[in-house]
């Protein structure tokens, strides 16, 4: 079997010369190699940003539920009304969740109606394992 070479040191170079043969300045050269290494990230869809809002909102109640079990828990140092207060707290948190996930819920659905079905002809780049997808997150 034949050995692989890896050329991707060539074809930065290849890259490098035809930037300064096309008379690209040292800082355009510069991120155009650049490139190679760090890629752009693409922008993030709503549903991602509320999703990624909603995990970390989860990731707050726990952090939340850890900081305050011992006291919770602990009958003798903890009076009714701090107990009232946490619990308080958590409702809150778990209401805030819960309006998120319905968002989510509702932006899934809004999609669904909008789409024109499986063989429809459809502006954007929805289709069935998207959303199903989307729903299995929610």
Known sequence: MAKVRDRTEDFKDSVRRAALNLGYNESK??????????????ERSPFTKAALK???SIGD?????VK?????????HTTE?????IEHEVTVFINSCREQIDVLKNSINDEESSSKGWLGNRGDNLNADTI???????
Request: glycine content about 2%; proline content about 0%; charged content about 35%.
């Open 29 to 42: 050269t510069a991120r155009i190699m650049a490139s190679f290494i760090f890629h752009k990230t693409s």
């Open 61 to 65: 109640l726990e952090k939340f539920l």
């Open 68 to 76: 305050h079990k011992k006291d919770y828990l602990d009958l003798r």
């Open 54 to 56: 909603t995990l970390e």
């Open 81 to 85: 009304q701090e107990r009232d207060s």
């Open 132 to 138: 199903a997808h989307k729903h299995g997150v929610v």
